[in-house]
């Protein structure tokens, strides 16, 4: 995510944004990037889910389609300590779009511009989670290739929370 609120705050949707997507009530935006923009909403019973959707851009396009459909096979394979879980998606929709579970918080690279480097257990329990992370994420055969300080976020309820589904690109392994 390129744009998004330095505090890890929900930004006022924007005119044009949707009211919707699949079964989420949109409250605002969390950012966006290069592949869409991320929201955040509501399911019926209140649950907060971060909803990525797709630029129409890349939805127009059918390899581009592929890759995200087989993203989100992936991503659905994928669980375990640390990782923020896919709870839905719909790679059909004009727009196509996938949910996980919201995870409040900076990511590592604004939590680092904010308060600087990460030292002692606060740097230790984050490594202990990236390594848990990567190791359920290899455990069911899939290469992250995009791990990078903007794809994970640091929560109030620990450090290392790694976006498992967010903008990844992964791939089997061979």
């Known amino acids: 995510m390129s744009s998004a609120r330095s505090d890890g705050r929900v930004l006022a949707a924007r005119p044009g944004d949707p009211k919707r997507v699949g079964p989420y009530r949109i409250i605002g935006r969390l950012g966006s990037g290069g592949m869409g923009t991320v929201y955040a909403g509501l399911d019926d019973a209140g649950l907060r889910v971060a909803v990525k959707v797709v630029h129409s851009a890349q939805a127009d396009d059918a390899e581009f389609r592929a890759r995200f459909r087989r993203e989100v096979q992936l991503s659905a394979r994928v669980q375990g300590p640390c990782l ?23 990511t590592l690279d604004r ?26 994420i290899h455990a069911a055969g899939v290469v992250h290739r995009d791990v990078k300080p903007q794809n994970v976020i640091l929560t109030a309820g620990g450090p290392g929370f790694w976006t498992s589904a967010s903008p990844m690109p992964p791939t089997a392994h061979p």
């Open 84 to 106: 923020i879980p896919l709870v839905a998606a719909d790679v059909e929709a004009a727009s196509p779009w996938l949910a996980t579970a919201y995870a409040p918080g900076l």
């Open 111 to 136: 939590h680092i511009a904010t308060y600087g480097p990460l030292a002692g257990g606060t740097l230790y329990a984050f490594a202990a989670g990236t390594a848990q992370a990567l190791a359920a």
